[in-house]
């Protein structure tokens, strides 16, 4: 046990009740976590800055000047007071308060010297501080500090028993003496030199007690690239390590399922994208090695067939496959869908879900066993420890975000060798995220919509725009097109979701009166044998109206429907609301997405909707939908922030993931230029990083 394995009440100012408040706030336990628990920002109180030398980036920093005008400005509530700041070197900043302006009013003059002091940020382009600190420069007589000093974030009740930000601050004072020593160099310097790094004990003291901001930037850039090269070096190492003890089937053989189809029986011509994903897949499922895949396609490009191609592949060398949907209506469709498709070719197709009767459950079992079933498509139902393959070689997996991490590794359990996988996804994951959280699986896109697409037209409306949203939907269904309207359905309020979707429909029935308009309503509620049934009247087109709650949200596929209505859209999700938009626009016809929404909507509400209504393009969505949202709670994990990383933000920092990830593959190819000794620092390092990684790094 090294000294930074202590237990933090021994660190001298601590003892057994701040330990105990460390350890429950801020889950600081040893001189190690408090080591790396860095400050937010930073004060400089170490100079005067100049107007010029400010960027939004800056720590809070103090300028000496004078206000050559202030004004207050707007009526009662909205007043605020803008001040023009200029520096000694003619400069000029806005400077603008929200809050006390009667007290301002009073006491800032106009042409007198101040300091004033606070954190700088961006508007309309331009530098501006916000409610600084203002001090006349008479009464301005502190030293200038040494160095920047650290702001560290503390919690209510931290504060409330007096550890704020200054105690802690104090805290790691004396904490780096101590463990100063036992800091071990983590970075080889050849790479230190090469990126311009610092070394490892620097960059740690430097990030709680920079000198000047240049060697803050320094040390953050240090302890960003370490972090973002060891979990790399990690999911890079785990996949190199698979790739060479797992043996993966071969499909050495592509034989008459396949060929069949592909010549005589394909119903429309492959996209090239399309083309190049089955390519992909070829190239791995012929290679010895078990093939993960990720298939990112946008809602409506076309992933089933490509899949099903696959899947065709298999069957070719003797084994079976498996399509696991995330809803019975879904896999339902597949079901149909796929059916139809291999209508002319000796495969047999079967599907299991929930809702299987009993006597039709054994028989299935029978036939999957005995190699009789070709392909079976279900829900999580596949996943059941009685449902026995007799030899399962592929197994696909539609919009994986509904499946954890487990449930993928159950189904592996059902064969001999490790089938082959495709995890099929329309949330488009950011390419950065991507790169972190499946390092260890491979990414195949399909950017391209099938030809003759026309983009979806979107637009918000409010509740009281409701009779024109009716008319443009009779408008529509006079040209023969269909219409869904979906409301929302969130567990924890499901009593007045059903009565706000029933409400729903009953005003729907009442515009849309019989004979002349049939509508349609399925939720989750319903008998599976109800569902569908009113799903197949809608697909046939007897309805022209399908009321739904968000079952309908994933895969169904009715070419026909140009209209998605979604009521509460604010209550949505971006990428839920993209695929539900993603159920129009499946025809040559023009599409719209209505989405309705109260008068009042949060600010992140206003953003989702406008993002909705300027792009179709589903990576910018998911882009903002990371930044609204957070990568933790797109890929359904539990961490917090941003994947447990302590100081990289994998959106931002892009740039250094880029280098660390090239870094860790050259060490992992042999390819690096290192000594032996430099690497033997990274692989010690390594090691150390294993046993603090966080449990997303071992998707297998
Ligand atoms: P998703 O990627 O959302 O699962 P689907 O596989 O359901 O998309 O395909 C959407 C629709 O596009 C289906 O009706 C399918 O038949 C059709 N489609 C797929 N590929 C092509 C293509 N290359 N040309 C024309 N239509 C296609
Ligand atoms: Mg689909």
Not at 158 to 185: G, N, Q, W
Not at 278 to 295: F, H, P
Not at 403 to 424: C, D, T, Y
Not at 593 to 610: A, D, F, P, Q
């Amino acid at each position: 046990m090294s000294e930074l394995d202590s237990p933090i009440e021994f660190l001298k100012g601590v003892g057994p009740a701040r330990a105990e408040l460390l350890r429950s706030e801020l889950n600081i336990r040893t001189f190690r976590d408090l080591l790396h628990y860095y400050p937010f920002r930073h004060i400089d109180r170490s100079k005067f800055y100049s107007i010029r030398e400010i960027d939004p980036d800056s720590a809070l920093v103090q300028v000496k000047g004078k206000f050559l005008h202030l004004d207050a400005i707007g009526a009662n509530r909205a007043t605020r007071m803008v001040g023009a700041f200029q520096d000694e070197h003619g400069e000029l900043m806005e400077v603008v308060w929200f809050r006390g302006i009667t007290w301002l009013k009073k006491s800032l003059k106009e042409n007198v010297p101040y300091v004033i002091f606070g954190k700088p940020g961006l508007y309309k382009g331009k530098i501006q501080m916000s409610h600084p600190e203002v001090e006349s420069m008479e009464s301005f007589d502190r030293p200038l500090k040494g160095r920047l000093e650290g702001v560290y974030s503390t919690t209510e009740k931290l504060k409330a028993r007096k550890v704020d930000s200054r105690t802690i601050r104090k805290l790691v004072e004396a904490l780096i003496p101590a463990v100063e020593p036992f800091m071990s160099e983590s970075l080889p310097e050849t790479l230190r030199k090469k990126y311009d790094l610092l070394s490892r004990r620097h960059a740690l003291k430097s990030i709680h007690f920079p000198a000047t901001t240049d060697e803050l930037a320094q040390a953050q850039k240090t302890l960003k690239f370490e972090e973002l090269f060891y979990v790399q070096l990690r999911l890079i190492q785990v996949k190199a390590q698979r790739d060479k003890t797992i043996k993966g089937n071969v499909f050495n053989h592509v034989g008459h399922a396949f060929n069949s189809f592909y010549n005589d029986h394909l119903p429309f011509p492959l996209t090239g994208a399309q083309k190049r994903v089955i390519k992909e897949v070829r190239r791995d499922v012929g290679s010895g090695q078990q093939m993960n895949r990720l298939l990112q396609g946008d809602v409506g490009s076309g992933k089933t067939i490509v899949a099903l191609l696959c899947g065709l592949i298999a069957i070719d060398n003797g084994f079976q496959v498996a399509l696991m949907a995330p809803t019975e209506i879904l896999a339902q469709q597949h079901f149909e869908t796929i059916s139809e498709l291999v209508e002319n070719l000796e495969v047999e197709v079967s599907i299991l879900t929930g809702s299987s009767k009993t006597a039709y459950r054994k028989e299935l079992h029978e036939r999957l066993e005995n190699g009789q079933i070709n392909i079976l498509i279900g829900t999580h139902a596949l996943l059941e420890d009685k449902v026995k393959f007799k030899n399962l070689g592929f197994v696909i997996i539609d919009e994986q975000h509904r499946f954890g991490v487990a449930q993928r590794s159950r189904l592996w359990k059902k064969s001999i060798n490790p089938p082959h996988i495709l995890v099929m996804t329309a949330t488009p994951i950011p390419r950065t995220l991507a790169m972190t959280v499946y390092g260890d699986l491979d990414v195949s896109v399909i950017d391209e919509l099938p030809p003759g697409r026309k983009p979806i037209k979107t637009v918000h409306r409010r509740d009281k725009d409701r009779l024109q949203v009716f008319g443009f939907m009779k408008d529509e269904i006079k040209k023969g097109r269909q219409v869904y309207i979906v409301y929302p359905l969130i567990e924890e309020s499901q009593k007045l979701d059903y009565k706000d979707l029933m409400d729903g429909y009953e005003s729907i029935c009442r515009a849309f009166a019989q004979p002349e308009y049939q509508v349609a309503i399925v939720h989750g509620k319903m008998k599976p044998e109800d569902k569908d049934f009113e799903m197949k009247r809608f697909a046939s087109g007897q309805c022209q109206i399908m009321v739904a709650t968000t079952v309908i949200e994933v895969g169904v596929n009715v070419p026909n429907a140009t209209v998605m209505i979604i009521e509460s859209a604010e209550r949505f999700g971006l990428s839920q609301l993209h695929q539900l938009r993603g159920r129009v626009g499946r025809g040559a016809d023009q599409s719209f997405c209505i989405l309705m929404t109260g008068h009042k909507l949060s600010n992140e509400g206003r953003v989702r909707m406008k993002t909705m209504v300027e792009t179709n393009d589903g990576f910018v969505i998911s882009e903002v939908d990371l930044k609204l949202r957070g990568p933790g709670d797109i890929m359904g994990t539990q961490q917090s922030g941003s994947l447990g990383f302590q100081i990289a933000d994998i959106l931002k920092d892009t740039d250094l993931l880029e280098l660390a990830r090239k870094e860790a593959f050259s060490i992992i190819d042999g390819r690096s230029e290192m000594s032996k000794q430099e690497l033997d620092i990274v692989r010690n390092r390594l090691k150390i990083v294993m046993k603090r990684l966080p449990n997303w790094a071992r998707i297998s």
